[in-house]
């Protein structure tokens, strides 16, 4: 298939629109596509990816307050795919409870099993992997899920310090050699062709 790279390659505009926000799995769209979510901590930069993966400005609502994403905002993509905005998570400006219901929200999206689904898991370079990041990790291995290890904000960082930060990820989450790893900056225009590639394999299987 690989239409997204060839869409790309070509210089054509992807399309996209949005399709829903749900507070639970009851929302998610009646038609059944192919996910391709997008998680990570509060201040990742996740917005911003996936306005530089859709190749939009402002497709995805980007906040100066992390943790503003609390719904699993549907997009669709060239009438082929779903692309999931998930609610960040490790924001301590929140209640307990409120964590607790986001936790649980995702939870449920992975373990669902009704539909096709895959997940970019977010990183960011400036920080080391939290407890939170082996818990989403953890979660998606027992679901099964096709996932990609994505670092962002590799151009907030030193090289000297980005290679050390890879061999952190590696070793903190115990990453297998097989294990997709994408570096990444929406900033500097970085990774955005591996990530395509990533989707359309998984699209053409």
């Known amino acids: 298939m690989a239409f997204l790279r ?23 769209p009646e038609e059944i596509l192919p996910e391709i979510a997008f998680i990570g901590r509060s201040n990742c930069g996740k ?63 992975f373990f669902a099993g009704d539909r096709p689904m895959a997940v970019f898991l977010l990183l960011d370079a400036r920080h080391k992997p939290t407890e939170d990041d082996k818990k989403t990790l953890k979660w ?4 099964e899920l096709p996932y990609s290890v994505v670092v962002t904000k590799i151009d907030k960082v030193s090289k000297n310090i980005l290679i050390e930060r890879y061999r952190e ?12 790893f994408f570096p990444t900056s929406s900033t500097a225009k970085i990774g955005r062709e591996n990530l395509l590639q990533w989707v359309d394999a998984l699209l053409e299987e």
Do not use: C
């Open 6 to 28: 060839q869409q790309v390659e070509a210089g054509v505009e992807v399309e996209v629109k949005f399709i829903t926000s749900a507070p639970n799995l009851a929302g998610r």
């Open 140 to 143: 998606l291995q027992d679901a």
């Open 47 to 109: 917005s911003s990816l996936i306005n530089y993966y859709l190749d939009r400005r402002s497709m995805a609502k980007i906040s100066g307050k992390p943790g503003k994403t609390r719904l699993l905002n549907y997009f669709e993509v060239e009438e082929n795919y779903y692309l999931v905005d998930l609610p960040g998570y490790g924001f301590a400006r929140v209640s307990k409870s409120t964590r607790h219901q986001w936790q649980k929200l995702i939870r449920q999206y």
């Open 169 to 180: 990820i590696v070793t903190t989450l115990q990453l297998s050699k097989n294990t997709p």
